[in-house]
């Protein structure tokens, strides 16, 4: 009997969790920063191996909220975590050893699925440090796929019998627009500085994937007139590099050459306007 199951990649903000689904699928589907809290929406990416199939779910990282949109993020990852099948509990193998999740996330009540412990950025621990955290421990390196055999195994027997709920073929779940504004995020990360990408974000207003080139238009989201310049940058410059960065990682994604015309507005405050939250993709909460 086929095995199929739901699997969150849970932890504090900037544990790897981007960068081991990027690995475990083999496609770059979410944002890797070095910065903390760039995952905003849980990212899926499916692995199916043999007879089963892993619905990997990318979370945003447990904090404590310090405005509306921190709160539908935590929101979406506490409800992640009472659906999955499997918790897979992220911490620093520097760092270890890992507190429990349930302190991590401030929780009153056990998680209900079983949870798992995986350290990351095993290439940071040395040897007398990865034979004190014993034999049966889940140790990962993202770069070099290390470990990845292990982790698999442990989560595979925990998983339900089931069919496979995606076609054997798919990497992800989600549609091509959630990616261009990902792509987008992702390049404001890497290009802005300061706390510019926290106040950036993208909507997709046209997208016409008959045309070749695929064109697709889009609008990119900042709070203050003073970063609209900043986005826009000397004679459009830091805006076609934003865009010429997150238009090779759609083409890579889709296979197909595209044209993405980016456009900049100030939407003030929306970070913390619970209509344009739901508008972007957060779902209301009990907290909104």
Known sequence: MPRSGHVALAGAPNVGKSSLLNALIGQHLAIVSPRAQATRLP?????????????????????EPSYLMQARMRH??????????????????PDAPAPPLERVARLDAPIPAPVLTVYTK?????????????????????????????????????????????????????????????????????LLEDELPYGFTAEVEEFREAEQPVYIRVTLFVERESQKRIVIGAGGQTIKAIGALARRRIEALIGEPVYLDCWVKVLPHWRKSATALTRFGFPESEMS
């Open 76 to 93: 979406l990852a506490l409800d992640a975590l009472r659906r999955v099948d499997v918790v897979l509990h992220l911490h620093p193998a």
């Open 122 to 190: 095993g290439d940071l621990l040395s040897e007398i440090r990865r034979q004190a955290l014993g034999p049966d421990a889940i140790v990962v390196a993202a770069e070099r796929r290390e470990g990845f055999d292990r982790l698999l195994a442990r989560v595979r027997e925990r998983l339900p019998e089931a069919e496979f709920e995606f076609d054997p073929a798919d990497i992800g779940t989600q549609p091509v627009r959630f990616f261009v504004v990902e792509y987008l995020r992702e390049a404001a990360f890497e």
């Open 43 to 63: 990212v899926v990416g499916l692995l199916t191996e043999g007879d089963t199939q892993f619905i990997f779910h990318d979370l945003p990282g447990l904090l």
